[in-house]
């Protein structure tokens, strides 16, 4: 059935006219139950206030590089935590007149459903937060949600009391800790020192100059004993000086067996000229002549030592005595000076492992100096943060550093919100009309009879020759007028009766 | 019918004037197919002219009966009936031919129908019309006729004495006459298969030139009589009312009367 708006209007008032008791009748129930409805629904009344709160951590500007905070919050969700916790709840519960005689705790926990239903948190903005409560009475519904926001308010600022408190004394803490550990690194380089005298400041060169100076001794020890070497050593010339017939003796001795050595080799260049080499005079004269050489140095050698001389020739006389008692004199002074050398060596010895500890004791007395250095700067900042974190913590309990306040606080609610008197009417008046037409409409859908020319004309394919209507006779149109009017009048009181109900409830309400 | 619907009928039903057109137009084409000799239409309008006409319907005695008449207000009805009556006379070349107005079920209005049908052929000065109640059961013309009927075509089916023009009233309609159903009676269809019903509509027919007889007869699928009457008519008229008969109901009465006979159908209160 495809019905152009103009058939369908047509077709809607036939049908309705066509059942119009029906159609009255319900009009008249419709219009009744939405009029009583709208008389006995509930108003309800929302009070709403607007929370303005700024959300910061009390660590992060304290302790910039070591805290890190979150930043996504929903504020209305913990708002709605921090009002509906056990203990806000219990006050909300208090402060209002929600019964008559004491509530089981049934009665209490139905209550505090139908309080979380009603109460709406709602994000503004970033800072913004709106709490609205509804009630059926407009004086409840204000000083619950003043109430509300009080508590969230309280709350709020407590817990940030709570938290710069928190944060001081966990600076506090670290401070503590801090000093303990500076105070046990400062005993252990005491401790450190005090077992290594040596390792002051300057032992290092203290103990090179010591070092040198040993050194330069034992040079000059050196010295002297060279020179009284040497004395020594001219001393027992000058006695060997005073045996000098012993020398030409010597010398007469090497002169003989250079003569001999002369004479063998003559005879061994004439024995040369006849034999061969491996001729048994040659290699006789040979021995010979290497034996005489030989002979001729250990002369020559004694000769220059003069050892044997000592022992073997000792001359009595004045001056060889007084060159004795030199030598003599010399011998002594010489060993001790030897004796004082191997004292001054083993000095520099000692002096050369005492060096060596030094370093040792150096190395670790840096690294103890080290930590120190860093738990001493640690300290000194947390001394200062310390300082600031007491300064928010006392702007905190003074309440001057407030970042939670009321932006708009509620306000009695005058009219009421939701569903009210005005839109019931309003869906009366309107539904009052649907059902009726609806209803005669829905039927003649119903029924399945022919109500259209074109299904006679297309699809039953009969030849429509005219279509007809009856000549409105006089009573035809009276009978009509009069219905008109009694559905007019039924129409009318409905509406009067509305209209009356509307002005009650407007001068009720003003 | 509300004012409201009304309106929407004038409204949708596009301009009055152009309908006349349209109906005078058909007229011209219809009675030209219908051509007789002028002088043989004198005569049948001597002979109409001539009819005993004793009391006529006011203008307001017509409009609370609900009978169109030429000078009505309702000038979209009256078209309406002119513009049936034409394409009716269009279905057919016969001259006389006999006209039966069914519905699909009763209280449809067909009564109402016909009378006006046989009203409006009886506007035409040339021409008389006369009205069947086929309705044994439960007839009503006479009562919307005004007219005091004793006997009827059953009291002259049944007894041999009653002439045939003894049942033929007059009407306060001009050129319209009505021919009673008479006493009613339980058994009608027999008498309707009789020879005599027959003779009967031959003899009315015969009597003037232009007669255009209407059988007012009960719903077709209610009564077996108006299955008998269809055999002896030329054309079936079915009225179908609005919104009260369903889509097998209509098509089982188009089956009922035939293809040949149907005229048509027409919608009532649509």
């Known amino acids: 059935m495809n019905l152009s708006i103009s058939e369908l209007i047509t077709r809607l008032l036939r049908e309705t006219w066509h059942r119009r008791i029906l159609a009255s009748l319900l009009f008249v129930i419709t219009a009744l139950i939405f009029l009583v409805l709208g008389l006995v629904w509930p108003k309800i009344y929302t009070s709403s206030s607007t929370v303005f709160v700024e959300h910061r951590s009390m660590l992060q500007p304290l302790m910039p590089d070591t805290a890190v905070n979150s930043t996504v919050v929903d504020r209305a969700k913990i708002a709605r935590e921090i009002v509906f916790s056990r203990k806000s709840i219990a006050q909300i519960l208090q402060n209002s007149q929600w019964f008559d005689t004491p509530p089981s705790d049934i009665e209490k926990d139905h209550l505090i459903e139908s309080l979380k239903k009603r109460t709406e948190f709602m994000n503004l903005g970033e800072n913004l937060i709106r709490i609205s409560f509804k009630d059926d009475d407009p004086k409840r519904a204000f000083d619950t949600a003043t109430l509300m926001t009080d508590l969230f308010i309280d709350e709020s600022v407590r817990a940030k009391q709570a938290e710069s408190r928190k944060a001081f004394d966990f600076i506090d803490n670290q401070v503590k800790q801090y000093h303990e550990k500076l105070t046990s690194a400062e005993q252990a380089i005491k401790d450190f020192r005090s077992r290594n005298i040596d390792a002051t400041p300057g032992a290092n060169a203290a103990a090179d100059e010591r070092l040198l100076q040993l050194k330069r001794q034992v040079e000059s020890v050196y010295l002297e004993i060279y020179e009284e070497q040497s004395k020594l050593d001219a001393t027992r010339r000058q006695l060997a000086g005073e045996s000098g017939t012993q020398n030409s003796a010597s010398i007469n001795r090497e002169t003989q067996l250079s003569n001999r050595i002369v004479e063998l080799e003559q005879r061994l260049a004439e024995l040369r000229l006849t034999y061969m080499d491996d001729y048994p005079d040659i290699i006789q004269l040979k021995g010979q002549i290497e034996n005489l050489t030989q002979q001729v140095k250990d002369e020559i050698a004694a000769r220059n030592s003069g050892v044997a001389v000592e022992t073997t020739e000792l001359r009595d006389g004045p001056i060889a005595q007084e060159l004795q008692r030199q030598a003599l004199r010399y011998q002594t002074t010489l060993s001790s000076l030897k004796s004082r050398k191997e004292q001054l060596e083993s000095l520099m010895d000692k002096e050369r492992e005492t060096k060596n500890r030094i370093n040792a004791v150096e190395a670790e007395l840096a690294e103890l100096t080290r930590d120190n250095d860093v738990n001493r700067q640690m300290y000194q900042q947390l001394l200062s943060q310390r300082e600031n974190a007491r300064i928010s913590m006392n702007i905190d309990m003074e309440n001057q550093g407030l970042t939670v306040r009321i932006q708009e606080s509620a306000s009695l609610p005058v009219t009421p919100k939701g569903i009210r008197f005005a839109h019931i009417i309003l869906a009366g008046l309107f539904m009052s009309l649907a059902v009726p037409v609806g209803a005669a409409f829905g039927l003649s859908l119903i029924d399945q009879k022919v109500r259209d020319a074109a299904i006679i004309s297309e699809k039953l394919n009969l030849p429509i020759l005219s279509s007809l209507y009856p000549v409105t006779t006089p009573a035809m149109a009276k009978r009509n007028i009069i219905h008109a009017s009694i559905v007019g009048f039924v129409v009318i009181s409905v509406w009067s009766l509305y209209g009356f109900q509307i002005y009650l409830r407007l001068r009720g309400e003003m | ?270």
């Open chain 2, 1 to 270: 019918m509300s004012i409201i619907e009304k309106a929407m009928k004038v409204a949708t039903s596009g301009s009055e004037e152009q309908i006349i057109d349209k109906i005078i137009e058909e007229e011209k084409r219809v009675s030209a197919s219908r051509k007789k000799d002028p002088s043989l239409l004198g005569s049948s309008r001597n002979q109409i002219s001539m009819m005993v006409q004793e009391r006529v319907f006011s203008e307001s005695e017509l409009l609370s009966k609900g009978i169109v008449h030429s000078s009505m207000k309702d000038s979209v009805l009256l078209n309406k009936y002119r513009n049936l009556r034409t394409r009716l006379l269009a279905t057919t070349e016969k001259e006389n031919f006999v006209t039966l107005v069914t519905s699909v079920l009763p209280q449809s209005g067909n009564s109402l129908v016909a009378t006006n049908l046989a009203a409006t052929f009886a506007f035409d000065e040339g021409k008389t019309s006369l009205l069947i109640d086929a309705n044994i059961n439960n007839p009503e013309l006479h009562s919307i006729l005004d007219v005091n009927s004793e006997l009827g075509i059953i009291d002259y089916l049944e007894s041999d004495e009653i002439n045939s023009s003894g049942i033929l009233y007059e009407t306060p309609i001009p050129r319209l006459r009505l021919l009673p159903s008479g006493k009613a009676r339980v058994n009608a269809a027999e008498y309707f298969t009789s020879e005599k019903m027959k003779d009967l509509l031959k003899d009315l027919l015969e009597r003037y030139p232009e007669r255009f007889p209407v059988i007012d007869a009960p719903s077709i699928t209610q009564s077996a009589d108006t299955r008998i009457l269809i055999d002896l008519c030329d054309k079936v008229i079915l009225v179908i009312p609005y919104g009260r008969c369903s889509e097998e109901e209509i098509r089982y009465a188009a089956i009922a009367i035939g293809q040949e006979k149907l005229a048509g159908v027409v919608l009532n209160e649509f």
